[in-house]
């Protein structure tokens, strides 16, 4: 059964740094990976999601990149902003899931300014 | 603007009292499903609808009932809600069962 892991569970960094965050999943037939962004008391924000098909995908700051054969994700974030303080999750689609999102218990990010 | 409404946004309930979440989307979205997300357990699938009239169980439906009568609509219904039903309950939508999914805002439920 597809399991997916985000390490790690918080990260505090600086404001401007660059950073990456991580996504594993034990299942490499998925049909794809999306990242979202989860602030307190408000719902999820989807912000990138790779087919299987794709290597990555841009958009603005966020860099999500996919390697389907090692199970792993990573989410870059460059010249980080207080504003992108969230939790951030990943869940995949995968074949076995019965259409279903598997979920990662997420990364809190804190920026300070 | 492109959104899926749920409502209430927040609820506290008696045990017992049949409650209905609502969920509407105004993006033709065949695919809908139910989450509730709990600390330490993260988002776990209640239900989904892959179109009007067809439903399917998810990882935990104990306890809860759907129904999709109309496109844009996917109520989540508690029969008889327990405190173990207290969670932060999303409803998503998307094109198809593998496209981009797009959240509602939440709602969070307490049953006392």
């Known amino acids: 059964k597809q399991e997916v892991t985000q390490i790690p569970a918080a990260l505090s960094v600086p404001e401007g740094e660059n950073l990456v965050l991580n996504c594993s999943f034990t299942?490499?037939?998925?049909?794809?990976l999306q990242w979202f962004r989860q602030d307190p008391g408000k719902g999820l924000t989807s912000l990138l999601l790779?087919?299987?098909s794709q290597r990555e995908q841009t958009s603005g700051r966020l860099n999500a990149s996919l390697d389907k054969s090692s199970g792993r994700s990573t989410l870059y974030i460059a010249a980080s902003q207080p504003g992108d303080s969230a939790t951030y999750l990943c869940?995949?689609?995968?074949?076995?899931?019965?259409?279903?999102?598997?979920w990662g218990a997420g990364t809190k990010l804190i920026i300070k300014p | 603007e492109a959104q899926v409404t749920q409502n209430p946004r927040y609820l506290i309930t008696v045990t017992g009292k049949k409650l209905t979440v609502t969920c509407s989307q105004n993006?033709?979205?065949?695919?809908m499903s139910w989450y509730r997300q709990d600390p330490g357990l993260g988002l776990r699938q209640i239900y989904y609808?892959?179109?009007?009239?067809?439903?399917d169980k998810g990882d935990v439906p104990e306890g809860y009932k759907v129904s999709r009568k109309e496109k844009r609509n996917f109520p989540l219904i508690l029969e008889s809600p327990s405190p173990n039903q207290t969670s932060l309950y999303f409803c998503?939508?998307?094109?198809?069962?593998?496209?981009?999914?797009?959240f509602g805002q939440g709602t969070r439920l307490t049953v006392v």
């Open positions: 299942d490499s037939a998925i049909y794809n």
């Open positions: 998503a939508s998307s094109l198809g069962a593998n496209t981009e999914a797009f």
């Open positions: 609808s892959m179109n009007v009239e067809v439903t």
């Open positions: 869940a995949v689609s995968s074949v076995d899931s019965n259409y279903q999102l598997i």
């Open positions: 790779i087919q299987s």
């Open positions: 993006m033709n979205h065949e695919y």
